[in-house]
């Protein structure tokens, strides 16, 4: 593989990993309805704010969020919405696979 492509994989990859956690996977599905507050976040998690923003600051690197200070308040909103559709293609292998461990189990 060469450098170029390397690079093309690396810069996929690090999208993939800010989206490989449950609460980082929770805060996408809630921007996807509308922004929020880090302080509705925190509430709807129930974890601290602290938590919550170093959660928000891997998904702001990885620019699939982006946020906008009013005051003192910090607000999130999705950058790129069609990060949903990934949502979509994982919703499908786990159907996918669910269905073939199904069929193994009728065969027995």
Partial sequence: MDSKT???YEARAVIIKAMAHPTRL???DQLAK?????????????????????????????????DERRGAQVFYSLKVPCILNFFG????????????????????
């Fill in 6 to 8: 390397l690079s093309k």
């Fill in 26 to 28: 929770f805060i996408v």
């Fill in 34 to 66: 509308k922004e929020r507050s880090v302080n509705e976040l925190t509430e709807m998690v129930g974890d601290d704010v602290s938590t919550i923003s170093k959660h928000l600051a891997v998904l702001r690197n990885a620019g699939i969020v982006r």
């Fill in 89 to 108: 293609c994982v919703e499908q292998v786990l159907r996918t696979t669910a269905d073939e461990h199904l069929q193994v189990i009728k065969i027995r």
